[in-house]
């Protein structure tokens, strides 16, 4: 224990002082040591969960229905309807979303939403829809694959 006393003595303290400080600074070191081997535990862990997900593409998965759910939320509602997600609500349909449907030209959009305004606004079913001119029961068979009424 000399050079116990020795270091009191250049530090200008007691001896039971330094005991405490050597104590106080292993009680540390043991501290950070356990900080140091839990980190790498845990990095060890997330390395090895990577690489199983590498090995059986759940990672690719994922990302692909990633970029698959932010292209859905891009698409218009007209974009929507003509990929066959949705189906579009005539009685709330503006012209421009009509016009965007196949065998809707301008007029015919205009038409139709003249003829829902003289209707009340609102539609029961699209079968009503062959009392505007240019609609024929061919053209709204296929209209029906794209449009509601709710």
């Given at each position: 224990?000399?050079?116990?006393?020795?270091?009191?003595?250049?530090?200008?303290?007691?001896?039971?002082?330094?005991?405490?400080?050597?104590?106080?600074?292993?009680f540390f070191l043991s501290g950070v040591a356990f900080k140091v081997f839990v980190g790498y535990?845990?990095?060890?862990?997330?390395?090895?969960?990577?690489?199983?997900?590498?090995?059986?593409?759940t990672e690719s998965d994922s990302l692909l229905a990633a970029e698959e759910q932010l292209y859905e939320q891009s698409l218009t509602s007209v974009e929507r309807v003509l990929k066959g997600?949705?189906?579009?609500?005539?009685?709330?349909?503006?012209?421009?979303?009509?016009?965007?449907?196949?065998e809707i030209g301008a007029l015919l959009a205009d038409r139709l939403v003249r003829f829902r305004?003289?209707?009340?606004g609102k539609l029961r079913s699209l079968d009503e829809l062959l009392e505007v001119k240019g609609i024929t029961p061919e053209r709204l068979s296929i209209l029906k694959t794209y449009l509601t009424v709710e």
């Open positions: 224990m000399n050079w116990l006393n020795q270091l009191a003595t250049r530090l200008g303290l007691l001896r039971a002082e330094v005991l405490v400080l050597c104590f106080v600074m292993l535990h845990e990095r060890s862990e997330l390395i090895e969960k990577a690489q199983v997900q590498l090995f059986t593409g997600y949705t189906k579009l609500n005539f009685n709330a349909a503006t012209a421009e979303e009509l016009e965007a449907l196949p305004a003289y209707k009340g």
